[in-house]
């Protein structure tokens, strides 16, 4: 509780989470209060305008933009937590267990991080959707995920790193702590607010990954995706033809719940970076 | 390396160095999407304006014939007459003053050694050599083709008559000697006989110059055009926006919701229909399926997946309402020569059309499947209904929006279908070796003389097609029926109408009782839209002097096309 009425203080963060909150119950509750036809469902012809029925026109299937839009967002937001989620729990397990075991095993975990933070990300995710049978919307979260977690394992090692020198680390090793535990109890809540921020920073990332992976025709099958709308406006031509209604909302839909999100995050760093915070 | 990228700017920069007037100059744009490796008529793959007689292939070289889609019959090229003496045996019979580019004449024996020459090499038109047994000269100006007395099958040898285009031998003789093939020869310096000779050519465009000296001015006429570009564009849209903003005069591509350019922006942009279809349907891009696999191999299955797909709904947005909506017809029903073949009583009484309620009807009583827990219909013997990938390349987009629109249909009704795009060699390649469960495509896209026993050939002829596993240009799924098989030879063997529409109708309703393929929609052979800011007189429905074709007959349209006065 507590927490939660420190980040109420930042403005930013407050006005972040309420587009995502918008967002979010615009995605779960749409389905259910805004429309009444299926995501799938053919209600018009190719690139029909926006009319009383279909608020955002037709796509190029004739399936409704507006019900699209609702159950894109969803399945969009769906694959950015399993690839935050992913993402955040190996980048912390390997940063923290590089930052508390020197030696070899930290040069070992980090040189294998360094070599994957110089190969672009986009190859290994273009190489691993290819392979991929059944590219669900969690399968391409965790493939997401997986491509992703190289800088959260740095950044997490540099912060174990100067956390394991501090006092109580001292107090808890002399008391005879494991090492498993001391990681657990005495490193990883010290991290908590960083891994969070870290964390959000990460379901950005996995937002817009899905975005790319879909415009190259690599997006979930039989689901549809903000990123999976874009990809037919664009192979159907809708700029060209001018039916915006076809590639604006999902645009808009990917920039404004990245935009809260980051905007959350900075909202956070605001709170928790004592240097950042504001002297009131 | 450096050097070959050095020269390519070099051509490119003359390219832009010296616009041609645009006054004398038609774009063309869909037939070309590389550069071009040369100018070789034989080998197949992009090379306008050499690549096939129907995208522009008769610009500098000649077949002997065209073929015309309006009437369904032979206009001639080179040759001036085709006469049956007796049963097997056609004479040809060239135009006087027949002459090449160089300003040789163009003979007899240039025919013969061309026919020759496509059957010592393995070209794509060795297949004619199936059905002649010879070719020779009897006059200086008659040509004699024989056909096989075991395979006497005149259609298919008129079809090739329009496709193989006749090369010097005096030149060819030369380029001969030094390859293995002929399919190796670049041809960078063509010399044909037609009105046009090659300009330029650049990683950008390629330009062809009107041949002053051609020797059918007089029988064909002097094409308006004193150039004709066809600009390489990267993708479909530069391509369609160039049309609208009238850069491109005549466009093969294909523009979704091409109405629009007129209707809502006033642009003078046209099509054959002025309204859907807007084009003629030619073709029909169906699904194949492996006859193989566990589940589709069940006929009724098959019939169920028919019942499911909602043709409708590909018609209007996959096919931008260019084609009528499909019937379960191996025979195109609307438009071309072939629909006189057509019986509608057949189809529905043996047919299938968009019915989920009968799919699922077929599913539950006629074989006993029931649905799973996932929605998906499970077989009497535990066989569940997919998931099975139908796939076609990528970037094809009507075809892709198509099997969405299979895929989301058939779901709806219990059948698991997904889709695939792969690269297109990848693609091709699956569907030859016959590894796959659902693939799109055209079996015998376009129209010939030969059409439509070439489709059924294509669909229900299993004689002469390679092992699954191996490389076959037809057939893919091997669908083998002996009664099919007796009824296409005997439909080879006549010309008499009211038999070869009963051998037509027997084929179809095996056709419709097997089911080796679904036919999806129609398509056109060509699209064929025109911007009038520059040139005006293109034929249309109104106006039909010419069929609306890139090439064979179409090559008329260059004769009879105005300049804009400004």
């Known amino acids: 509780m507590e927490i939660i009425r420190i980040l109420l203080r930042s403005k930013r963060f407050v006005l972040g989470f309420g587009i995502l909150a918008a967002v979010l119950a615009f995605a779960l509750l749409g389905p259910r209060f805004l429309t009444d036809v299926a995501p799938f469902q053919r209600v018009g012809g190719l690139y029909d305008a926006p009319s009383r029925d279909t608020p955002l026109g037709t796509d190029n299937f004739g399936r409704d933009v507006f019900t699209q839009l609702m159950f894109g967002t969803r399945t969009s937001l769906h694959i950015g937590l399993v690839a935050g ?20 095993v930290e040069e070992a975990l980090m040189g294998f991080t360094n070599v994957l ?49 501090r006092e109580h680390v001292d107090i808890a090793r002399i008391s005879g702590v494991g090492s498993l535990e001391m990681m657990l109890v005495e490193i990883l809540p010290y991290m908590f607010s960083y891994i969070f921020m870290a964390f959000i920073l990460q379901l950005t990332g996995a937002i817009l990954a899905e975005a790319t992976l879909s415009m190259l025709g690599l997006g979930p099958f039989q689901t549809v995706s903000l990123g999976t709308m874009l990809h037919w406006s664009l192979m159907w031509e809708s700029v060209r033809i001018g039916a915006w209604w076809a590639f604006v909302p999902a645009t808009v839909f990917l920039s404004i719940t990245t935009f809260s999100l980051i905007l959350m995050n900075a909202g956070m760093d605001e709170i928790f970076n004592p240097t950042l915070r504001h002297t009131r | 390396m450096t050097v070959l990228a050095l020269a390519a700017l070099l051509v490119a920069g003359c390219g832009r160095a010296q616009p041609l007037p645009r006054n004398e100059t038609v774009y063309k744009a869909g037939m070309q999407w590389g550069p071009v490796s040369g100018f070789n008529p034989f080998m197949s793959g992009d090379r306008w304006p050499v690549t096939q007689p129907a995208n522009d292939g008769h610009l500098i070289y000649e077949p002997l014939f065209a073929y015309n889609l309006l009437s369904g019959e032979l206009d001639p090229v080179l040759a001036r007459r085709l006469e049956w003496v007796d049963d097997r045996t056609a004479h040809v019979t060239l135009f006087d003053g027949t002459r090449w580019q160089d300003g040789q004449p163009l003979t007899v024996g240039d025919v013969v050694y061309t026919y020759d020459l496509v059957k010592r090499y393995d070209t794509p038109h060795a297949a004619v050599w199936n059905y002649l047994e010879r070719v020779t000269a009897v006059d200086d100006r008659t040509v004699a083709f024989t056909l096989d007395a075991a395979r006497p099958h005149r259609a298919m040898v008129l ?5 193989v285009r006749i090369v010097p031998q005096h030149v060819w003789e030369i380029l001969e000697r030094d390859v293995d093939s002929i399919l190796e020869i670049e041809n960078r310096n063509p010399v044909g006989s037609g009105p046009y000779t090659l300009l330029r050519h650049s990683p950008e465009q390629v330009a062809v110059e009107r041949f002053d000296d051609y020797w059918g001015r007089e029988v064909h006429g002097v094409p308006a055009p ?47 229909f002025s309204e859907a279809p807007y084009f003629l349907p030619a073709t029909i891009p169906s699904l194949f399926i492996n006859l193989q696999r566990d589940g589709l191999r069940e006929p009724l299955v098959r019939r169920a997946l028919a019942y499911a797909i909602d043709y409708p709904r590909i018609a209007e947005t996959a096919m931008s309402r260019y084609s009528p909506v499909a019937r379960s017809s191996m025979i195109i029903p609307v438009g071309v020569a072939e629909q006189r073949f057509f019986n509608e009583e057949d189809v529905a009484e043996h047919g299938w059309r968009y019915d989920p309620e009968e799919a699922v009807r077929i599913l539950e009583e006629e074989l006993g499947a029931t649905r799973g827990s996932d929605g998906i219909y499970v077989l009497p013997d535990g066989t569940r209904l997919g998931p099975w990938i139908a796939h076609c390349p990528f970037g094809w987009t009507d075809w892709m929006t198509a099997l969405e629109i299979v895929s989301e249909s058939a779901r709806a009704v219990g059948i698991d279908v997904r889709t695939e795009f792969p690269e297109a060699p990848v693609s091709h390649d699956r569907r030859y070796t016959g590894n796959f469960d659902l693939t799109l495509w055209m079996p015998e896209g376009g129209q010939s003389p030969a059409h439509p026993w070439i489709r059924f050939h294509h669909v229900m002829d299993n004689r002469g097609v390679a092992e699954m596993g191996d490389i076959a240009f037809r057939n893919w799924n ?83 096309l105005k300049p804009v006065e400004r």
């Open chain 2, 159 to 163: 079809h090739e008559l329009t496709m």
């Open chain 2, 478 to 560: 091997r669908y083998q029926n002996d009664e099919a098989e007796a009824l296409l030879d005997a439909a080879a063997l006549t010309e008499d109408e009211a038999e070869l529409a009963a051998i037509y109708r027997r084929l179809d309703r095996i056709f419709m009782r097997d089911i080796p393929m679904i036919g999806l929609m129609y398509r056109p052979w060509q699209f064929y839209s025109f911007n009038e800011t520059y040139w005006t007189n293109f034929p249309t429905e109104d106006n039909p002097y010419a069929p609306p074709m890139h090439g064979h007959t179409g090559m008329q349209i260059y004769v009879n």
């Open chain 1, 117 to 165: 933070i110089t190969i672009p990300p986009i190859v290994v995710l273009i190489l691993l959707s290819v392979a991929v049978d059944a590219r669900t919307a969690t399968t391409m979260g965790v493939i997401i995920g997986v491509t992703a977690w190289p800088w959260t394992a740095r950044a997490v090692r540099a912060q174990t790193s100067s956390l394991r020198t």
């Open chain 2, 226 to 272: 004193r150039f004709i570009v066809h600009p390489i564009f990267r993708s479909n849209d530069a391509g369609n926006l160039a049309l609208e903003r009238n850069q491109v005069d005549w466009s093969q591509q294909f523009v979704p919701e091409i109405w629009r350019m007129w209707e809502d922006r006033g642009a003078p942009v046209g099509t054959w």
């Open chain 1, 85 to 104: 989620f992913v993402a955040t729990l190996i980048g912390v397990t390997i940063g923290t267990l590089a930052g508390y075991v020197s030696g070899m």
